[in-house]
């Protein structure tokens, strides 16, 4: 079954950087874009970052352009999430996402708390 495993939350003061690791499996990682979204209390989930398959194409949500950078290691079936120059507002969980077969499929999440 498809599984996604978030990593590397935690509690940053702004301006800082954080990197965001999903270890997937239970699925061909290599064959499947891969997204970050994000979701703070009382709203819904909103899309951070999407890389294609190949990792060639990537597209950001106009509020982390230039400062998120998403990656994918095919060999290792990992993505990433590098977020740098953090601000009080990128405080969210965060979740990785795939869409396989018609189903969306979430990990359990990985809070990220920006605050001094």
């Known amino acids: 079954q498809v599984q996604l495993v978030e990593s590397g939350g935690g509690l940053v003061q702004p301006g800082g950087s954080l990197r965001l690791s999903c270890a997937a499996s239970?699925?061909?990682?290599?064959?499947?874009?891969m997204s970050w979204y994000r979701q703070v209390p009382g709203k819904g989930r909103a899309m951070v970052a999407r890389?294609?398959?190949?990792?060639?194409?990537?597209n950001y949500a106009d509020s982390v352009k230039g400062r998120f950078t998403i990656s994918r290691d095919n060999a290792k079936n990992l993505v990433y999430l590098q977020m740098t120059r953090l601000k009080a507002e990128d405080t969210a969980v965060y979740y990785c996402?795939?869409?396989?077969?018609?189903?969306?499929?979430w990990g359990q999440g990985t809070q990220v708390t920006v605050s001094s």
């Open positions: 890389i294609s398959s190949n990792g060639f194409s990537t």
């Open positions: 239970g699925f061909s990682f290599s064959s499947y874009a």
């Open positions: 996402n795939v869409y396989r077969g018609s189903t969306d499929y």
